[in-house]
Every structure is written in C-alpha cells, then in structure tokens.
C-alpha cells in the first residue's frame, strides 16, 4: 500500500461520509478517522517504504515500410475500476473466466469481479464490443480509475 492508495481511499469516504475506516493489508495497517473539521487524521499506520520501479515499454516494432506501427487506442472503450480492491477475473477458483482477450461481450455482461473490504463487486460492460486487452492481473490489487479492460465497441 502506497500514499496513492491511501488518497484514493480517503476520497472515497469523503464522498461517502465515512467518519471511520480501518484496513489492514500486507503488514500495513491504517485507521483513518475524520474530525469534526472534515479532516482525516491516521491514529495508527506502519509504512513500507518500497522504491518506485520504473519499466521501459518495448519499443514498437518497425513495419515493413520502416514507420513504426501506430495503434489507435482511442477508439476501445476502458473499463475502469470504480474502486480499490482485489482483481479476480472468475467467479470462484474452479470456474471458467468471465472473459478473454478476443471474446464478444453485451453491454451488461460481467467482466470480473473486484474484492473490496470481503464484498464482491461484479464490473459489467459498460458497451457490447470485442475483449482486446485485459490489463488486470488475477489476484493483484487494483486501484480506483485503474483501467482492466479494453473493448472495441466496433465489433
């Protein structure tokens, strides 16, 4: 858990009107409680300071002509988080995935499924289109406004 983690979740209970919170995660513990004032004080934290790795994406790859291939992410819909959790992508360990890359889905259709605070959260599509990328990773923690998911509404 990072600083961003713990901005995301006070903004969340200040939209919420939360005046305590408590979570415990990896050998973090926070317990946030808002003041009369609105603000939120830490009465209890332990941080983990980790060092911010930075990863170099792979450079595109030249097409035959020698320009550089330019995908057009601006047309695919992003299925965003709409909260902090844990990213399964089936509904229990022994079922089939909700999706794969490739699959055609509805607008409705469940995506996957966010944990958050013992609750499952289904995220549906929010258009019919093509899977063309899946950017969660099963079993990790998400953050709020991460994106999971890439669909072609042209398909």
Same mark, same amino acid.
């Given at each position: 858990? &990072?600083?961003?983690?713990?901005?995301?979740?006070? +903004?969340?209970?200040?939209?919420?009107?939360?005046?305590?919170?408590? $979570? !415990?995660?990896?050998?973090?513990?926070? +317990? $946030?409680?808002? @003041?009369?004032?609105?603000?939120?004080?830490? @009465?209890?934290?332990?941080?983990?300071?980790?060092?911010?790795?930075?990863?170099?994406?792979?450079?595109?790859?030249?097409?035959?002509?020698?320009?550089?291939?330019?995908?057009?992410? #601006?047309?695919?819909?992003?299925? !965003?988080?709409?909260?902090? #959790?844990?990213?399964?992508?089936?509904?229990?360990? &022994?079922? &089939?995935?909700?999706?794969?890359?490739?699959?055609?889905?509805? +607008?409705?259709?469940?995506?996957?499924?966010?944990?958050?605070?013992?609750?499952?959260?289904?995220?549906?599509?929010? @258009?019919?289109?093509?899977?063309? +990328?899946?950017?969660?990773?099963?079993?990790?923690?998400?953050?709020?406004?991460?994106? $999971?998911?890439?669909?072609?509404?042209?398909?």
């Amino acid at each position: 858990m &990072d600083i961003k983690d713990i901005e995301n979740i006070i +903004k969340i209970l200040k939209q919420n009107e939360v005046t305590e919170f408590e $979570l !415990e995660q990896e050998g973090t513990r926070v +317990k $946030l409680s808002r @003041t009369a004032g609105g603000t939120y004080v830490s @009465t209890e934290a332990r941080y983990e300071v980790v060092p911010a790795v930075h990863v170099a994406s792979a450079a595109p790859v030249a097409s035959a002509n020698g320009s550089a291939p330019q995908e057009d992410l #601006g047309r695919y819909v992003k299925v !965003e988080s709409p909260i902090v #959790g844990t990213f399964y992508r089936k509904p229990s360990p &022994d079922a &089939d995935l909700f999706v794969k890359e490739g699959d055609t889905v509805s +607008k409705g259709d469940t995506l996957c499924i966010v944990e958050a605070m013992k609750l499952m959260n289904e995220i549906e599509a929010p @258009t019919s289109g093509k899977i063309v +990328k899946i950017l969660g990773v099963e079993g990790k923690v998400i953050e709020f406004g991460e994106v $999971l998911f890439l669909i072609d509404p042209a398909v």
